[in-house]
């Protein structure tokens, strides 16, 4: 939390940029004390007119003036001395003895480059008697520079650090500072929610405001700015001005979108140079897959459609199949590419086992009838996780064989049993095993028993895919038993007859 004093210390007006370009020479030990007022002196009696809080402008620089000052500042509690160095004209700049005196008594002496001591005195007198008009200055100031100029990343960042004196980014959900430098130590947290938010940072608070949401509520851009300082005035005028800059840069990512959506076929190329990055996405590729709406944080998982035999892509296909995985809850990023339709969820958490069977059945249910086969590919975190689980979704695509859906974990089974099924003395061993049922019932046992070993035994699986009733399988696969002189719940009885059935099937096709 930021501090609840609402009084500017000397500290926070050097670091919110209102002198302008100060330095302070001497007194560091009292930078933390607060002030209250901010007066003018040419001369001793109005030094000596100073009272606590003060905070002293002198007009005059005759060291003796400088060293009255600094007395009546200890004597006084006076907050510091301020000496302003015009760009022309005479200017005695203090003595070694004078910086040493300061030191000493721990009052802190500043110089401020200026030509006119009255603006200096009037920005320090408004910043600290009249906070709100200080804010409304620089709101104004923000904003004629934003109409002036167009409010893309770049120019919103320089604004922002130019008059607000902060270190700005604007920064992707998953930490990519897609421009300007992200904070250093920016807490994780600050990123987790969905509105504007101040945290303390070292030497200071952080404010991160929300750019672009989409319609869940997850923020995909942040603007985030990093000021020294500790009053809470101060982290709520950067705040407001920051939400101002927000609205102008999300007009601005709002008409990139459009412009995007205009070039939809852009999505296929950048998907491509995103898959070919690997683990090292250049940030211009995370602003521009940012613009396109993909989410990069999070955890993402790979799905891969391809045609089942070779074919051209129906354009109009996509839309078809972006509404079919809404239809069952699937909602993530859809891209069209040569050869196929490159899919992917994303979870704010690493999703359970459990989604892989979930997710399997349900991309089964997407493609139902249709000439198209699945791959799907591990859950994933980050902007290069996306990658690499589309690469697992293509890589189970090209292995799905006689299958509908493969996900990438089963592959290696897979490829065990194609390489045994394609053995030619197992083929033969397999015909020989499961002749006693290649002329029953016109096959139907022979089907029956593959559906029931590929869905793992599980007799109500089994009807579902031959649509018949589950009574009608246990019948057809006691049968099986007694015309094979089998026993399935012995493993290694089951295991041969899969892999017969198996090796069978790939002869046959």
Not at 69 to 95: F, I, K, W
């Amino acid at each position: 939390m930021i501090g609840d004093a609402d009084s500017l210390t000397v500290r926070d007006l050097l670091e919110i940029g209102v002198f302008g370009d100060a330095t302070l020479l001497a007194g560091e030990r009292g930078i933390g004390t607060e002030v209250s007022d901010v007066r003018l002196a040419a001369d001793m009696t109005a030094v000596e007119a100073c009272s606590a809080g003060d905070l002293v402008i002198l007009t005059g620089h005759q060291p003796y003036l400088v060293e009255v000052a600094l007395r009546r500042a200890y004597s006084a509690d006076v907050r510091a001395v301020v000496l302003v160095r015009p760009s022309t004209g005479a200017y005695q700049a203090p003595s070694a003895a004078t910086i040493s005196f300061a030191n000493r008594l721990g009052v802190p002496l500043l110089q401020a480059d200026a030509d006119d001591p009255l603006l200096v005195a009037d920005a320090l007198r408004t910043a600290v008697r009249r906070p709100e008009v200080a804010a409304a200055r620089l709101l104004n100031a923000v904003t004629a520079r934003l109409g002036r100029s167009r409010p893309d990343p770049r120019s919103v960042v320089t604004i922002l650090s130019g008059e607000l004196h902060v270190t700005c980014a604007v920064i992707s959900a998953d930490g990519t500072a897609i421009e300007g430098v992200s904070p250093p130590g920016l807490p994780p947290e600050l990123l987790a929610g969905s509105v504007a938010a101040t945290a303390e940072m070292a030497g200071g608070f952080a404010v991160a405001v929300p750019v672009e949401t989409d319609r869940t509520g997850h923020v995909h851009l942040w603007l985030v700015s990093h000021a020294r300082g500790r009053a809470r005035r101060w982290a709520e005028t950067v705040l407001q001005i920051s939400q101002v800059a927000s609205w102008a840069l999300g007009s601005w990512v709002a008409a990139e979108r459009l412009e995007a959506e205009r070039q939809a076929r852009s999505r296929g190329s950048l998907l491509s140079e995103l898959l070919a990055s690997g683990d090292d996405v250049p940030p211009q590729l995370v602003q521009q897959a940012v613009l396109a709406g993909w989410r990069l944080d999070g955890w993402h998982t790979g799905v891969y459609v391809v045609l089942a035999a070779p074919g051209v892509l129906d354009t109009a296909g996509t839309e078809r199949l972006r509404v079919e995985l809404s239809r069952r809850g699937l909602h993530g990023q859809l891209v069209e590419g040569a050869e196929g339709w490159s899919f992917w969820l994303t979870n704010d958490s690493e999703p359970p086992q459990s989604q892989h069977r979930e997710l399997t059945a349900k991309i089964a249910q997407v493609l139902g009838g249709c000439a198209l086969v699945a791959g799907i590919g591990r859950p994933h975190p980050g902007v290069t996780g996306v990658g690499r689980t589309l690469a697992e979704a293509r890589e189970a695509a090209a292995m799905t064989g006689s299958a509908k859906v493969v996900h990438v974990d089963e592959l290696g089974v897979r490829r065990l049993l194609s390489m045994a099924a394609e053995t030619p003395a197992l083929v033969d061993q397999a015909a020989r095993l499961l002749a006693p049922l290649a002329d029953v019932e016109d096959g139907q046992l022979l089907r029956t028993l593959a559906v029931y070993l590929d869905e793992e035994s599980v007799t109500s699986s089994a009807a579902v895919r031959l649509k018949v009733h589950r009574n009608t399988v246990s019948q057809r696969i006691n049968r099986v038993e007694q015309l094979l002189g089998v026993s399935l719940l012995n493993p290694d009885e089951r295991l041969a007859v899969h892999l017969a059935c198996r090796a069978v099937r790939a002869s046959d096709e």
